[in-house]
């Protein structure tokens, strides 16, 4: 989280504009919830630039609730094609079965989910009501650089893409996707909000057995007030879209200013293990994470000690997940250069000290 948005928040906690509510406390239909979220919607539309034939849904359920919630709404029981390069790609896939055919049309695991299938060796189906992809997939550490062009490979199906780890880290080309689906909790605000992004003529195809509360359709009609939204998740996350229009790197503002500063942020921490003997990092440089950067100590016998000493300055969360090992750097939007400076300071003062 920005700390700008934190100090915000603590700032109205107890009284937001003069109301004499905390968002908290108010009425998800009262007029000054409304006014937070509309201006929410507003603000993320131009953060992302949100084409007007795209509706923007703030649901609940996270990533893996839209892990089913996208084939009860796509699928219409018919083939998915799932490109399937990291953990939650396959977790996706897992979960779309229960509600359709879904077949694995490309595939990383031979690389151990450590270089991007070119989208010209992807198989896909003539009829497939959808393709998901993830787009940045957190635990390994690879991301698409370029989103793929459907139309281009013969497809018809519209593309779905989950951009939990990455949204609003860099641009979206809207042209070449139908759905995009993220968690709320890594790039925007707190856990509980679920982001859905969905081209208009997608809705309305949704299977009997889909809840109402998770029908695209139903959500759209309501403007995300079919049943309670999560309120406070939707006003934090809205403090951080306006701080993210804030942002600006020379004449770049929002996304693209955002975007620069991460390829920098990224640059300089891949640079650093890629010159080092001590660590290193096995994705393909042209496919590599720009949020999430997972590295490993050569010599893992000195992971605990890497871990107390980072702690001790308080650089923390660097543990790798524990399917893939190691260490894992998260630098989302709200960290800044300086913080991944820090730890490159500390990797290199480490790795002087043990080499
Ligand atoms: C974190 C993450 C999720 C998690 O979803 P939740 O249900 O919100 O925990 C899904 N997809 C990706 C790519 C993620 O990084």
Redesign the pocket.
Known sequence: MPEAVLQRAAAEMLDWQGSGMGVMEMSHRGKEFGAICAQAEADLRQLLAVPEDFHVLFMQ?????ENAIVPMNLSRGGQVDFVVTGS?SVKSHKEAQRYCQAKVIASNADSKHTRMPDPSTWELSADASYVHI?S???IHGVEFQTLPDLAALGSQAPLVI?F??HVASRSVDWRRVGLAF??A??NLGP?GL?LVIVRDDLLGHALDICPSAFNYRTVADNQSMYNTPPTWAIYVAGLTFQWLLQQSEGALTGVAAMEQRNQAKARLLYDFIDASPFYENKVSPDCRSRMNVPFFLVDETRNDDFLSGARDRGLLQLKGHKSVGGMRASIYNAMPLEGVQALVDYMREFERSHA
């Open positions: 359920g996270g990533g893996l609730g939650w993830c940045n997939e957190t989950d939990s780890s993220g968690g909790q890594k856990a679920t």
